[in-house]
Structures are given as C-alpha cells and as structure tokens.
C-alpha cells in the first residue's frame, strides 16, 4: 500500500521530539467578560476543555479509555512520567537501577511524594495497588491486568495457581524503595511506569469501593486533585498543592465539560468559552473542517499520531462467527474514500492493526513489516461472501447491527460503511448509536455483532497492539481465542533478541489481521485540535495523548 511520506515523517518527529501545541491570533469575544480579558482569554490561570463523554471510571485500575485516562493522568503519578521526547523521566521515583541481566529493578522513592491529603506517598502504596489489580477477587475484572504480567509470579496468582501474594515479584523493602523483579528482560518496562494501572493507590480505598467517585474520597497524588464533579456536566480540578513538583505547575484549575456534540463544542470554542477542542477527548465537525482551516489556521492542528481507527467483529456471534463473512466485510470498503470524504484531516488508509511510528528494530516497525495483510477487492469479497453464506447455510445474512458510542464524527463514518456494504455486498447493516457506559459494557460482554474501536500505544513497542489480542487479555472483546497466537506473544515476552520478537509480533499480527479478519482496520488516526494562542505548555504524545499538566496561560 502506498503511503503519504510527509505523514511517515512527521510521525518520526512526534516520537523523537513531543508536540507542543501553540498558536497565535484570534479574534473571537464573548459577551461574558467576568473572567475573561477583552480579547477572551482567562483572566486567571484557567484551562478549559471538553469531553465527548463523561469518564466511566476515575480508577486507575480499572480505566481502559481516553476520557477516563485523560482526568487520572492528572490527578496520578506513576513512579515515571512521560517527558518530551515520550521517555520515561523521574516522577514519584526520583531514581531506579536495573539488574545487569534486566530481570531486577530498584526504585527509590523521593521523601517528598505525597498524597493530596497530605500522607506520604510510600513504596506500600504501589504494592498494594499493584497487587490489587492482580487479586482474582478483584471485581470487575481489570481490562489491563495482563499489563502487569511481565512480573515475577503475577500471570500465576492474578489465575489462581499462586495462592500467596507474597510470591508475587513486588516489594516494599522500605517506605522509599520498592524492588521489581520480572520473568523475563522488557525493553519497554521503564515505559510502563507512567501508564495508568501502575499507578499507586491510597489505602483508604482498601474499605471503599466507591472511592474514586466523589472529590473528597478522590485521594490523588497528582498535579491536581478533583475538586468538584457534576454527573454529566462537568468536571473541575485544582492544583495539588501538596504535589511534590507543584512548582512546576502554574494552572490553578482545569474546567472539563461534559458536551456530546461537536458542533457545540466548536460553538464554545469560537466563542471562547473553550481553550481547547478536539481530540482525544472531543472532536471537531468533519464537515465544517475546511471552514476552520480557513478562519483559524494559526490554532488548527492536524498531526499524525500512532493510533489505529478500526472495527472489531464478535467472532462468536453469528454471522461473523464465520472468518470468510468476517474477510468479505472488510475487502468490500473504500478506505481511501472514508479518509478523503468522510474524516478528511489526513488520516491513512489501514491494512494492519500497528501503525506507523511505532519502533521496530532499525526503523519503524511498519516500515519493515509492510501492513498488506490483505487488499479491497470488490469481486473476491462477493465470493467470499458467498462460500461463507453457503458454509453456514445462509440464504440471506442474518440481521446485522454496527454499534458505536455517541460521537458525530463515529455516526458519520459507520454510516459510510454501512452504505458500502449495502451498496457492494447487498447487505443492510443497522448502525446503532450507544452511551459510552453502556457501549463498552455491550462490547466486553460479547454483546454486539460489529463496534467502533480505536487503539493508541501504551507504550513505544508494537507488543502494545499485539498482546491485547491474547485469550488472557481484558481488552480483547472479540471473543477471539487462538493458541498460537497465544504462544508467539509468549515467546516475544521472553526473548531478548529484538528482531526475533519483531518477527513473532509480525506472525502474530499476519494471524490476526489476514488469516482471522478479528479486525477491520479502517484508518490510522490523526488528531484533529483547536488550542487557544494564549495557551503555553501543552502538549501531545505520540499516540496522541494529551497533557496539560505544564501547561499556562499567558
């Protein structure tokens, strides 16, 4: 498949160097002058922002989505955080050495690390929240509780085959030094230290299910601490004043609201009652993006970023229970056609589920592993079609319905593909619109036939994409179960030689995207944002991740 240069390479830039957004100029008011200046900008050191959706879960144990993600990020710090370049720097930790044979790791925690109520933020505070991810009583079941496997033991007591947490390879030796010791060397472990689920909890969530759903049962150890949350309208934070580098923080609040509607959340911003709109948390109307092009150019962002736009099928549930329906849905789609008309903000048409900018072993992995898993080929996906119908004795298909939670921009394009295959395939497919809640819910219950999906790297390695797919995952909501893909991610867990894993990451994904069709990639993402002139500091990982944690006015 050919690809746009220009975007390959500004996806290398994203990785090496960060994004920070800025822009200059803007001539918009709003009659509300109380906390703004004349020319809309806040008076005070205010970010506002919206989100589509309001966040299903402030756990860090248990959140496996953006919105949610977005909030806990700045209410939580691991023992690493992300810095500019996307590499691990010092956060919680203020130092860690690594066992010569990269099996053993010893973090020492800075003395000054507290919660927000003002305890101390120890090494205990890690095992145990570690530790309760991997507990089998531990209800829901965690969608990331396999990213903690790369621990010593935690694969065998998080099922049962260990009974004592003790045997688990974490351990608090002191208040300040927490030593991990893994099953086998990861490259990529260092990473994973600012991603959510090894965030620390407070004790006090021990004998409170219902902590993280009210501000003064919140007990964060962040840059910010929650301060007020209105189901469904709004979300409020502030800074942390007990945060170790509070310093290093210059917002006073952030201002979240809870708007499903993009055209609103444009309104708001022209009408500078937003200092940010956009994605990854909101979206902007594909349909008045050239307008914006036009008016605010200097605060318009499109940048590509490494994540994957894509439909995953129930493989259990008829009638994609059959792989030769499941090849024929996905080859009947213009891909090209979605990107230029539908989204149209330079996104590139997908084969594969990895997507650029990820590394490989010299160069980005999709790079050396071309995504030409398969091809749109009208006439092979009619007779597969077919032999699939005529496998499963099928005179006519089953009623098929393509589930995806509310957002325009989501309707948009399900609507699209949901006319290609009427218009192709002679197949009527109903596109149903779901509550965000109830939408992942109905997803990891196996309660749907096709849903909307889109995936951003945990971490800068394509096992980030790979692994979710195993039997054992809780992110795999396809029902999707195969023993030897199961067996090359296990083998790519343990093996130190990085091209030999690169090439069982690549098997893996063959197994996936061309021999099962368990997705449908549509595209690889681009993020689409809007951000104030008056905005300093903030920034944009390179899956696209927002933080405004360092962020100013000025």
């Known amino acids: 498949m050919k690809k746009h240069k220009s975007l390959l390479l500004l996806l ?8 920070v957004l800025a822009g ?22 205010v970010f506002r922002m919206n989100f589509a959706s309001e966040p299903p879960t402030l756990d860090p144990g248990q959140s496996q989505d953006n919105a949610s993600n977005t909030v806990i990020n700045a209410v939580f710090e691991g023992l690493a955080r992300k810095g500019t370049d996307g590499e691990p720097v010092p956060a919680v930790a203020e130092s860690w050495k690594i066992s010569e044979d990269g099996l053993k790791y010893v973090f020492t925690l800075r003395k000054d690390a507290k919660w927000s109520n003002g305890d101390a933020v120890t090494a205990k505070d890690f ?48 208040d300040h030094t927490l030593e991990v010791t893994l099953e086998n060397p990861t490259p990529y472990f260092l990473n994973l230290m600012s991603f959510q689920t090894y965030y620390p909890i407070h004790s006090s969530a021990k004998d409170n299910d219902k902590w993280a759903t009210k501000p003064e049962t919140l007990i964060g150890n962040g840059p910010f601490k929650m301060s007020k949350i209105t189901k469904g309208q709004k979300i409020e934070l ?61 605060e318009l962002n499109i940048k590509g970023i490494s994540s994957t736009y894509f439909y995953v099928f129930n493989t259990t549930a008829k009638p994609f229970d059959n792989v030769n329906i499941r090849k024929a849905f996905s080859m009947a789609l213009d891909r090209k056609a979605i990107t230029e008309k539908i989204t149209m903000a330079g996104e590139i048409p997908a084969f594969g589920f990895v997507p650029p900018g990820i590394k490989g072993v010299k160069e980005e992995y999709r790079t050396e ?35 995806h939670n509310s957002d325009d921009r989501h309707k948009k394009i399900a609507l699209a593909v949901s006319d290609m295959w009427k218009k192709n395939l002679g197949v009527e497919v109903k596109v149903q619109n779901q509550e965000w809640g109830v939408f992942l819910k109905n997803r990891q219950n196996l309660d749907y036939q096709i ?24 992110n795999n909501d396809s029902g999707f179960k195969n023993e030897e893909y199961d067996k090359l991610v296990n083998e790519a867990y343990s093996s130190s030689d990085n091209a030999k894993r690169m090439e069982m990451m690549a098997d893996a994904e063959k197994i996936l995207v061309q021999d099962n069709q368990v997705v449908l990639p549509l595209f690889y993402y681009s993020n689409v944002s809007l951000v104030k002139p008056w905005v300093k500091g903030l920034t944009l990982d390179y899956k696209g991740d927002i933080d405004f944690t360092r962020a100013y006015i000025e």
């Open 12 to 19: 290398t830039l994203i990785l090496a160097i960060g994004t």
């Open 127 to 174: 095992e145990f929240a570690w530790k309760r991810v991997l507990d089998p009583k531990f209800t829901p079941a965690p969608p990331y509780v396999y990213q903690l496997y790369y621990i010593k033991n935690a694969e065998a007591y998080n099922l049962g085959d260990i009974k004592d947490a003790n045997e688990v390879g974490i351990k608090a030796t002191d």
């Open 451 to 474: 849903a909307r999906s889109g995936w951003g790297a945990d971490y800068n390695d394509p096992m980030t994409y790979i692994d979710m797919w195993t039997s054992k995952s809780g």
């Open 369 to 403: 592993v071309p995504d030409t898993y398969f091809e749109e080929n009208l006439d092979e996906a009619k007779k597969l079609l077919a032999q699939g119908m005529q496998e499963e004795g099928y005179t006519t298909l089953p009623e098929v319905t393509l589930i």
């Open 24 to 45: 200059c100029g803007s001539n918009n008011k709003n009659d509300d002058q109380s906390a703004k200046g004349d020319n809309g900008k806040p008076k005070e050191q």
């Open 238 to 298: 502030v800074k942390n004043d007990q945060y170790w580098d509070n310093k290093s923080v210059k917002l006073e609040k952030v201002e979240m609201s809870i708007v499903n509607s993009s055209a609103t959340e444009l309104s708001s911003y022209r009408n500078n009652e937003l200092d940010y709109a956009g994605q990854p948390t909101g979206s902007i109307p594909t349909d008045q993006l050239n307008a914006v092009k036009k008016e605010l150019p200097e």
